[in-house]
């Protein structure tokens, strides 16, 4: 069966320093990725999502970046965070456009 | 352009009464696709169902049930007899076709015992 990981599961940054959120995904190959973000109160809004290595599609103009180095690895990276980054982060998979996506853990960044 | 609208914030229940949440969307696509997902307190989004724009017959999963009605373009889910670990944030979602999901706001489930 497939598990999806992310790591950290919670993180405390100050502000304008850097972050890397991870993704992996086991028990499926080429799925597509997806990065999440929910602040407080709030449902979710989509950030970035990868159909294959090397190919990401941003959702939203922001500070924050995605990169997928392998098939099943999908990561979450910013230079120079800001207060405003603060919320919970969640992966998700999928088998392909439109199937139902799987989400992780998901991981609680707090900037301070 | 797409969206999804749960009105109810918050929703109170005592144990072992019916609850319904309610989902109205909006898409020009005739193709698309209609979701519910659970966030318990833990925080990771559990899938509950996933329905197809053409498919609008209800479905019943235990102690859960989902009513599809293009008509007036919602998808409700009640559950029934309600318990403590059906208190969560419930997610409605809307897809049409592509890799976006629109999420609603959410609705709070709080059973009370």
């Known amino acids: 069966s497939q598990t999806i990981h992310q790591w950290p599961a919670t993180l405390v940054q100050p502000v304008g320093s850097p972050l890397s959120l991870e993704c992996t995904v086991e028990?499926?190959?080429?799925?597509?990725l997806y990065w999440y973000r929910q602040a407080a109160g709030r449902g979710l809004q989509l950030l970035f999502y990868s159909i294959g290595i090397g190919q990401i599609s941003s959702e939203v103009p922001q500070n924050l970046s995605a990169s997928r180095p392998q098939d099943r690895q999908f990561i979450l990276s910013s230079k120079k965070l800001l207060l405003s980054d603060s919320g919970f982060y969640l992966c998700a998979w999928s088998g392909g456009t439109a199937d139902t996506q799987y989400f992780g853990p998901g991981t609680r960044l707090t900037v301070l | 352009a797409q969206k999804v609208t749960q009105a109810q914030t918050e929703i109170s229940v005592v144990e072992k009464e019916d609850v319904t949440l309610d989902c109205v969307y909006e898409?020009?696509?005739?193709?698309?696709?209609l979701f519910w997902y659970k966030q318990p307190p833990s925080g990771e989004l559990v899938f509950l169902i996933r329905r197809n724009s053409f498919d609008e017959q209800n479905e019943i999963s235990g102690r859960y049930s989902w009513n599809f009605q293009k008509s007036t373009s919602s998808f409700n889910f009640t559950i029934t007899a309600s318990q403590v670990v059906d208190s969560a944030v419930y997610f409605c979602?809307?897809?049409?076709?592509?890799?976006?999901?629109?999420f609603g706001t959410g609705t709070r489930l709080q059973v009370f015992p």
């Open positions: 979602a809307l897809s049409n076709n592509t890799d976006k999901l629109i």
């Open positions: 898409t020009r696509d005739t193709t698309y696709y």
């Open positions: 028990g499926t190959s080429n799925p597509n």
